[in-house]
Nanobody, 124 residues
Framework: QVRLVESGGGLVQAGDSLRLSCEGS????????MGWFRQPSGKEREFVAS????????KYVDSVKGRFTISRDNARNTQTLQMNSLKYEDTAVYYC?????????????????WGWGTMVTVAS
């Protein structure tokens, strides 16, 4: 069974840091672009960050640039999202996703595997 499992969410204060991890199982994701999306309560799921298969090609939504860093370890079949200087507006369920493409450029509907999500709550 192919799975993506997120971990690392929690409740933090504004200005704190969190590190989200996503572990793949059932198949290798080393040839897939990977990414993170988030869904605030009552809103649409939105793109946060992505990384190409080699780890060089990364992209971020403007609101997290300079605060979040995406990385991956193909040997461990994992990707991480380091989130620093968290803000109240970062509060959301964060989802790990794998793209059908190898690059770090893809849209939500081009992701064929999703995790169940992990909740990040930032208290103001």
């Amino acid at each position: 069974q192919v799975r993506l499992v997120e971990s690392g969410g929690g409740l933090v204060q504004a200005g704190d840091s969190l590190r989200l991890s996503c572990e793949g199982s059932g198949r290798s994701f080393s040839d897939n672009g990977m990414g993170w999306f988030r869904q605030p309560s009552g809103k649409e799921r939105e793109f946060v960050a992505s990384i190409g298969r080699t780890g060089v090609d990364t992209k971020y939504v403007d609101s997290v640039k300079g605060r979040f860093t995406i990385s991956r370890d193909n040997a461990r079949n994992t990707q991480t999202l380091q989130m620093n200087s968290l803000k109240y507006e970062d509060t959301a369920v964060y989802y790990c996703a794998a793209s059908v493409y190898p690059s770090g450029t893809f849209y939500r509907n081009e992701c064929h595997y999703w995790g169940w999500g992990t909740m990040v709550t930032v208290a103001s």
